[in-house]
């Protein structure tokens, strides 16, 4: 699994990191480590980087909103990366919408919610059957 963040999402990054661990056997660390300012879109580059070139199945990316690095990693062809900001919202995604990456606002999601959209996206299979040709499409 790969997990990055920018500037705004290093502390919820190093909250969830131990949850995450219960869903994967390695985790890439992609950075950022400081409170620095740094650009999002370089972040979900590098996820989206690792999970088409096969060392990561699934990503978790965290920025202010969630929404830019949701925008970096979605002009990926095969990247799904799903904005959550609850776990239902987060089971659907992999449900019906086979998402490879949660996406998390750093400075909108209280960790223990972040800690329930990782469980429920970790734990949610993808549903297939009519999902199938409507995820398909997304890669047309």
Do not use: W
Request: proline fraction near 1%; glycine fraction near 10%; hydrophobic fraction near 40%.
């Amino acid at each position: 699994m790969a997990v990055a963040s920018d500037h705004a999402g290093v502390e919820l990054k190093a909250y969830i990191k131990d949850a995450l661990a219960e869903y994967a056997d390695k985790i890439i660390d992609l950075g950022t480590q400081t409170k620095e300012s740094v650009d999002y879109p370089d972040y979900g580059n590098a996820i989206a980087k690792e999970i088409l070139q096969g060392n990561a199945t699934y990503g978790v990316a965290i920025c202010g909103s969630g929404v830019g690095i949701s925008i970096a990693l979605n002009r990926h062809k095969g990247i799904r990366a799903a904005l959550c900001s609850d776990g239902l919202t987060a089971a659907l995604a992999r449900k019906h919408n086979d998402a490879n990456v949660l996406c998390l606002g750093g400075r909108l999601v209280g960790s223990e919610v972040a800690r329930d959209c990782v469980k429920q996206f970790f734990t949610t299979a993808f549903e297939g059957g009519r999902h199938t040709t409507r995820v398909k499409k997304l890669d047309n």
